[in-house]
């Protein structure tokens, strides 16, 4: 698979920028791994189209020229698996939060935490950011130990602070400065 620019990682993990030709794979993704996903993710079920898919690359492009967002896909051996990106950008603070989310097979493999130790040489080196911050669903143990992996700290734990699926749930609050990232 051919992308228009893609960030390499290592051999096999790449960044991908992504565009609306690139929503059908996304899409295929999100659809075989829809019970990994489900549990954390309350996308997961108004993703139920390729349009759909597409509809959400829009709207981060369009945040990314407001400077909001910036989405990237993970690509593992030219196959997108997955996505992050960061959102709630805030230029005046110079904070941004990072999401993640790869397919099941991927879990495990260091690929999340590549990925996102890659954002964080954006956001500190390129995009002037001093303070990055990661939300996980406590129980999203996987998502909890590329936080701490990356080098974020625990802050706190936000009780019944989102509603997933008609249930209150806590979240980890996790935080990175730029002082304390370790480029290397």
């Known amino acids: ?8 990682i290592n051999e096999a993990i790449s960044l991908v920028s992504p565009n609306v030709q690139l929503a059908k794979d996304v899409f ?3 659809d075989v791994n829809r019970d990994h996903l489900r549990p954390f993710l309350d996308f997961v079920d108004g993703t139920k189209t390729i349009e759909d898919e597409e509809n959400y690359i829009k709207m981060k492009l369009n945040g ?11 690509a593992y051996e030219n196959e997108i698996i997955g996505s ?6 805030d230029q005046n603070n110079q904070t941004a939060e990072i999401g993640y989310w790869i397919g099941s097979k991927y879990v495990g493999r260091n690929i999340a935490t590549k990925a996102v130790l890659s954002l964080c040489q954006i956001a500190f080196l390129e995009m002037g950011l001093n303070r990055l911050t990661i939300v996980a669903d406590v129980l999203n143990k996987p998502s909890n130990r590329v936080a701490v992996k990356a080098g974020f700290k625990k802050e706190g734990t936000f009780k019944q602070s989102k509603k ?4 209150f749930r806590d979240f980890n609050m996790y935080a990175l400065l730029k002082e304390e990232f370790n480029a290397s």
């Open 64 to 74: 990314e020229i407001n400077g909001t967002d910036r989405l990237f896909l993970i």
């Open 28 to 30: 295929e993704v999100i």
């Open 164 to 167: 997933v699926y008609g249930e």
């Open 1 to 8: 698979m051919k992308h228009l620019f893609q960030l390499n």
């Open 84 to 89: 992050i990106d960061f959102h709630f950008i």
